[in-house]
């Protein structure tokens, strides 16, 4: 009897563990992981990789925090999103609306990697800012086509695993390129560095060729009269905006991500402080890193499945919160590999956490007709605060009160958003704020 209880136990445990897999091998989520990969490698160029490049160049904190100015241009794309959404590209538009965009401007972010690859910063700090927001830009873009794309592949109940899958494909592309780049740069140079991790624009580019176009996108209306024009720049935000409690949703994505922002840009100046080398932080912050990531999105399916939308958004929130404590305590103890391997450790799986969960709910909360040009305004709005405060005052910041101090504040910052959060909660507008992404065909929406 017992034998048989114990077998019965363990069919019905593997039959569990087929389940909870299963999701992420449909097409669909597998084109998400392709797609983030792309959408992840652009960043990592005028992010960490830039940083160190710059700050091994002898370039001076403050003016290497200002360059993350460059990332202002990811806030600034809801503004030429309508764009991807109502223009029809001539001849390579037959391919469809999402497949002919992302083509065109993967070819872009090739062209914008290479050529800030090719700028000296030591021979001019104005035209290496230029190439960066060029990438900005270009990476903008694709993360407009990329994101919309994303979201009208995906059936409504697929909106959590398939951000799983982006996120576990930003990573890829992110970490890789990032690996990629230090050690290119160490035997080649930095404009080997560069070309190479150009290539990381393809899978994007190939995921839409396979997969077509996705059978939830609205066809747009073309164009033509400047009051058109302006209609389609506003008729999206007119949409979100005659939401109940809209204001406090979009306040909430301006606050959630302040601390966390401030504390992921700045944490190569802190290793490059502790006098870590390349070779170290390849291994920990990208190698340990990126598995802790990827670590961190499976729990986050599982919080997402279990605890559903709103509790696993909350619980992420906090736990994104308090992974900031974590560099507070590494720039204590100083150079420590175990220190750092901790450090990175937990602030991956919370961010991978966040990233699966604070993710579907940002892609329930579009309307189909407008997919492009709401997510861009939202996936803006949700660092602009964070990369503002980074560019203009994170290394003066610095340089007054030192690591320890800066890292406990970034914690303090992020508390406004998880507070909002669970204010939001308790009136029910969360549920309230769900666009048509969100919904099955039949209009329902899956348990929040």
Not at 58 to 63: Q, S
Not at 315 to 336: K, P, R
Not at 341 to 351: D, L, R, V
Request: hydrophobic share 55%.
């Amino acid at each position: 009897m017992n034998e048989r209880s114990g077998a019965d136990g363990a069919a019905v445990e593997s039959k569990g563990i087929i389940a909870a897999i299963r999701p992420y091998t449909e097409p669909a989520p597998l084109a998400a992981l392709f797609l983030g990969i792309s959408s992840g490698f652009p960043y990592a160029m005028i992010g960490a990789t830039l940083t160190t490049r710059l700050a091994q160049d002898g370039i001076d904190k403050k003016a290497v925090t200002a360059f993350t100015l460059a990332f202002l241009v990811y806030n600034l794309k809801f503004l030429w999103a309508w764009v991807v959404d109502g223009v029809r590209l001539p001849v390579i538009g037959r391919l469809g609306q999402r497949v002919s965009w992302m083509l065109v401007i993967g070819v872009l972010v090739i062209a914008s990697v290479v050529h800030l690859g090719l700028v000296d910063p030591r021979a001019g700090l104005m035209q290496t800012a230029i190439a960066a927001i060029l990438v900005g830009a270009a990476g903008a873009t694709f993360d407009i086509i990329i994101d919309a794309y994303r979201i009208e592949l995906l059936e409504a109940r697929q909106l959590g695993v398939g951000a799983g899958m982006s996120q576990y494909g930003w990573r890829i592309g992110s970490a890789t390129a990032g690996a990629l780049a230090l050690v290119v740069a160490g035997r080649m140079g930095w404009g080997a560095a560069y070309i190479a991790c150009a290539a990381f624009a393809l899978p994007a580019m190939i995921a839409a060729l396979v997969m077509g176009e996705p059978e939830r996108h609205r066809e747009p209306t073309m164009r033509r009269t400047g009051s058109e024009v302006v209609a389609s720049i506003v008729g999206p935000l007119a949409e979100f905006f005659r939401r109940r409690g809209a204001l406090l949703v979009l306040l909430f994505i301006l606050l959630h991500k302040i601390g966390d922002t401030l504390a992921n840009l700045t944490f190569r100046l802190l290793f490059d402080s502790l006098g870590y080398s390349n070779d170290e932080i390849a291994i920990y912050d990208v190698g340990f890193g990126f598995w802790a990531y990827l670590i961190g999105i499976f729990i986050g399916g599982i919080l997402y499945s279990r605890l559903g939308m709103k509790r696993s958004v909350l619980l992420s929130l906090v736990l994104m919160a308090v992974s900031n404590l974590s560099f507070a305590g590494l720039a204590a103890s100083g150079h420590d590999n175990w220190a750092m391997a901790g450090a990175i450790g937990f602030e991956n799986i919370a961010s991978g956490i966040g990233g699966v969960t604070v993710v579907a709910y940002f892609s329930a909360l579009c309307d189909l007709r407008f997919t492009a040009a709401q997510y861009a305004l939202i996936s803006a709005a949700a660092s602009i605060v964070g990369r503002l405060l980074t560019g203009t005052s994170a290394g003066a910041m610095l340089d007054a009160i030192g690591f320890v101090n800066f890292y406990l504040l970034t914690t303090v910052v992020a508390l406004p958003g998880i507070i909002l959060f669970w204010l939001m909660m308790r009136a029910g507008l969360i549920d309230q704020s769900i666009g048509s992404a969100g919904e099955e065909e039949d209009g329902t929406k899956p348990a929040i």
